[in-house]
């Protein structure tokens, strides 16, 4: 299984957005930059989220943003962002700093993903991760090596 690293093409900190739709435009705009996703794969999430509810909010502070693959998934891909101030999503009581978003062109191809994000939310890193300064850090602080 493939390790997930975080570049500098799929991470961006201390980002600006005025509400939560701007921050999964801006997370999963790594991803159309990478050529992961289509144009309209934010577009699907959004509207996911007006239909089902923020379901992508797993975790106090950690929302995952992902659709189907149909949806506009080109290939397996992440990034991640940080929000330099918090968004709040219909409903849930924390606010998220922290968005991983992901596609995939299948349903067993996004394990790894989940398997990270699991990982996060186990060892309590949601708030380190949205403090993080460097990628750097953000990669050693995932692999465990912080």
Same mark, same amino acid.
């Given at each position: 299984?493939?390790?997930? *690293?975080?570049?500098?093409? /799929?991470?961006? #900190?201390?980002?600006?957005?005025?509400?939560? *739709?701007?921050?999964?435009?801006?997370?999963?705009? $790594?991803?159309?930059?990478?050529?992961?996703?289509?144009?309209m794969y934010a577009s699907h +999430?959004?509207?996911?989220?007006?239909? %089902?509810?923020? %379901? @992508?909010?797993?975790?106090?502070?950690?929302?995952?943003?992902?659709?189907?693959?149909?949806?506009?998934?080109?290939d397996i891909g992440v990034s #991640?962002?940080?929000?330099?101030?918090?968004?709040?999503?219909? /409903?849930?009581?924390?606010?998220?700093?922290? $968005?991983?978003s992901f596609s995939a062109q299948? /349903?067993?191809?996004?394990?790894?993903? @989940? *398997?990270?994000?699991?990982?996060?939310?186990?060892?309590?890193?949601?708030?380190? @991760?949205?403090? +993080?300064?460097? @990628?750097? *850090?953000?990669?050693?602080?995932?692999?465990?090596?912080?």
């Open positions: 299984m493939k390790e997930i *690293k975080f570049t500098k093409e /799929n991470v961006r #900190l201390n980002v600006q957005a005025a509400d939560w *739709k701007e921050a999964i435009h801006q997370g999963v705009a $790594l991803l159309e930059h990478n050529g992961l996703v289509t144009e +999430i959004i509207r996911n989220i007006h239909e %089902y509810g923020p %379901y @992508i909010v797993i975790s106090p502070g950690i929302a995952i943003p992902h659709a189907r693959p149909e949806d506009g998934a080109i #991640l962002i940080t929000l330099k101030q918090p968004v709040h999503f219909h /409903n849930i009581e924390t606010p998220v700093r922290v $968005l991983i299948d /349903n067993d191809q996004h394990l790894n993903i @989940i *398997k990270m994000i699991v990982k996060i939310i186990e060892e309590g890193l949601i708030q380190e @991760i949205a403090g +993080i300064s460097s @990628i750097q *850090k953000l990669n050693d602080l995932i692999r465990g090596d912080e």
